[in-house]
C-alpha cells in the first residue's frame, strides 16, 4: 500500500507510537459511555479504541475517508464503527452533539483546531469526558491555575465547568509521521454534567485576557466604563493593579453575573 502523506491544511500528523496509543487507551474512563474520535487520520488509535467501546469517528479529508472504509469495513457492518465524513466543526454548528447519549471524546486533535474542539466539547451536554492529544502549550493554558503564567480565560472555563483537570503526561515529536515541531501532551477533562458553557461569559473572559500582562481594569475597559469598573471594583473588594491571571475563576465568575444583571438591582 503507498505511503499516505500528511496534508498541511488539515494540520495532519499520525500517531504512530505503540506505547502512546497503548497509554491513552489505559487512561479511558472505565464507565459505559459511547466513544467518539475526531481525526482518525489512518485509524490507529481507532484500532484500539474499537476493540473496548462502539465509537463514531469524524474525519474531514476524501483521501483518508476512503482508507478507514477498507480498513475497517468490518467494525464498519458489524455497526461498531460509524464513520462520518464531514467537518467536526460544521456538524456541531447544525446538531448541537455529536451523539444522542452520554460519550467521551477521545482523539488526537488536529492541532489548528484544537482550542475550538474542546471548547466545543464543553458546550456539548452528551460529552461528559475529554481526553485529547493537543499541543503542550495549549494543554497548559486549559490546566493552568491562578497565579500560574498560563493561566488565561481556558483555565477559568476548565474550573468553572469540570470537576477534574490535567495533564497526563507529554508526547514526543518522534511518536508522530511526519514529527512535528512541537511537545504535544494528553489532556484529560471531566466535565461537571450539571454545568453548561455560557458563550456570553466566554467572550467576556477574552476581553478581560485581551492583554494578559496589562492591568485588568484596562481590558475592562472594552466591555464597561471606568466607573463601572470602580463601582465593580469596590463592590467585589478587588485591587485596582489586579492583572488578569491574579483573579480566581469564582471571581470572574460573580463579575460577569455583576456584568450581565447589572449592578443597580
Given at each position: 500500500m503507498e505511503k499516505v502523506k500528511a496534508k498541511k491544511q488539515y494540520g495532519q500528523n499520525f500517531l504512530k507510537d505503540t506505547t502512546i496509543l497503548d497509554k491513552i487507551i489505559q487512561s479511558m474512563p472505565n464507565n459505559n459511555n459511547y466513544v467518539v474520535e475526531i481525526g482518525p487520520g489512518l485509524g490507529d488509535l481507532t484500532k484500539n479504541l474499537v476493540k473496548y467501546k462502539d465509537l463514531t469517528a469524524y474525519e474531514v479529508d476524501t483521501d483518508l475517508i476512503s482508507i478507514l472504509k477498507s480498513k475497517f469495513a468490518i467494525q464498519i457492518e458489524e455497526g461498531k464503527l460509524k464513520l462520518i465524513h464531514t467537518d467536526v466543526l460544521v456538524a456541531w454548528e447544525k446538531q448541537e452533539t455529536l451523539h444522542d447519549g452520554k460519550y467521551d471524546l477521545i482523539a488526537n486533535l488536529p492541532y489548528y483546531i484544537a482550542t475550538n474542539i474542546v471548547l466545543r466539547a464543553f458546550e456539548d451536554r452528551n460529552c461528559e469526558h475529554i481526553i485529547v492529544m493537543v499541543q503542550k502549550e495549549v494543554a497548559e493554558?486549559?490546566?493552568?491555575?491562578?497565579?500560574?503564567?498560563?493561566?488565561?480565560?481556558?483555565?477559568?472555563?476548565?474550573?468553572?465547568?469540570?470537576?477534574?483537570?490535567?495533564?497526563?503526561?507529554?508526547?514526543?515529536?518522534?511518536?508522530?509521521?511526519?514529527?512535528?515541531?512541537?511537545?504535544?501532551?494528553?489532556?484529560?477533562?471531566?466535565?461537571?454534567?450539571?454545568?453548561?458553557?455560557?458563550?456570553?461569559?466566554?467572550?467576556?473572559?477574552?476581553?478581560?485576557?485581551?492583554?494578559?500582562?496589562?492591568?485588568?481594569?484596562?481590558?475592562?475597559?472594552?466591555?464597561?466604563?471606568?466607573?463601572?469598573?470602580?463601582?465593580?471594583?469596590?463592590?467585589?473588594?478587588?485591587?485596582?493593579?489586579?492583572?488578569?491571571?491574579?483573579?480566581?475563576?469564582?471571581?470572574?465568575?460573580?463579575?460577569?453575573?455583576?456584568?450581565?444583571?447589572?449592578?443597580?438591582?
Amino acid at each position: 500500500m503507498e505511503k499516505v502523506k500528511a496534508k498541511k491544511q488539515y494540520g495532519q500528523n499520525f500517531l504512530k507510537d505503540t506505547t502512546i496509543l497503548d497509554k491513552i487507551i489505559q487512561s479511558m474512563p472505565n464507565n459505559n459511555n459511547y466513544v467518539v474520535e475526531i481525526g482518525p487520520g489512518l485509524g490507529d488509535l481507532t484500532k484500539n479504541l474499537v476493540k473496548y467501546k462502539d465509537l463514531t469517528a469524524y474525519e474531514v479529508d476524501t483521501d483518508l475517508i476512503s482508507i478507514l472504509k477498507s480498513k475497517f469495513a468490518i467494525q464498519i457492518e458489524e455497526g461498531k464503527l460509524k464513520l462520518i465524513h464531514t467537518d467536526v466543526l460544521v456538524a456541531w454548528e447544525k446538531q448541537e452533539t455529536l451523539h444522542d447519549g452520554k460519550y467521551d471524546l477521545i482523539a488526537n486533535l488536529p492541532y489548528y483546531i484544537a482550542t475550538n474542539i474542546v471548547l466545543r466539547a464543553f458546550e456539548d451536554r452528551n460529552c461528559e469526558h475529554i481526553i485529547v492529544m493537543v499541543q503542550k502549550e495549549v494543554a497548559e493554558k486549559f490546566t493552568a491555575k491562578v497565579t500560574d503564567k498560563d493561566y488565561s480565560s481556558l483555565s477559568i472555563i476548565t474550573e468553572s465547568m469540570s470537576v477534574d483537570s490535567r495533564i497526563l503526561f507529554d508526547v514526543p515529536p518522534e511518536s508522530f509521521d511526519p514529527p512535528p515541531k512541537i511537545i504535544s501532551s494528553i489532556l484529560y477533562i471531566k466535565k461537571d454534567m450539571n454545568k453548561s458553557l455560557d458563550r456570553n461569559f466566554n467572550k467576556f473572559l477574552k476581553a478581560c485576557f485581551v492583554q494578559p500582562r496589562k492591568k485588568l481594569s484596562k481590558n475592562l475597559t472594552s466591555v464597561l466604563s471606568k466607573e463601572n469598573i470602580s463601582e465593580l471594583y469596590k463592590e467585589l473588594n478587588i485591587n485596582d493593579n489586579v492583572r488578569p491571571h491574579e483573579v480566581s475563576s469564582s471571581l470572574y465568575s460573580q463579575m460577569h453575573t455583576r456584568v450581565i444583571h447589572g449592578r443597580n438591582k
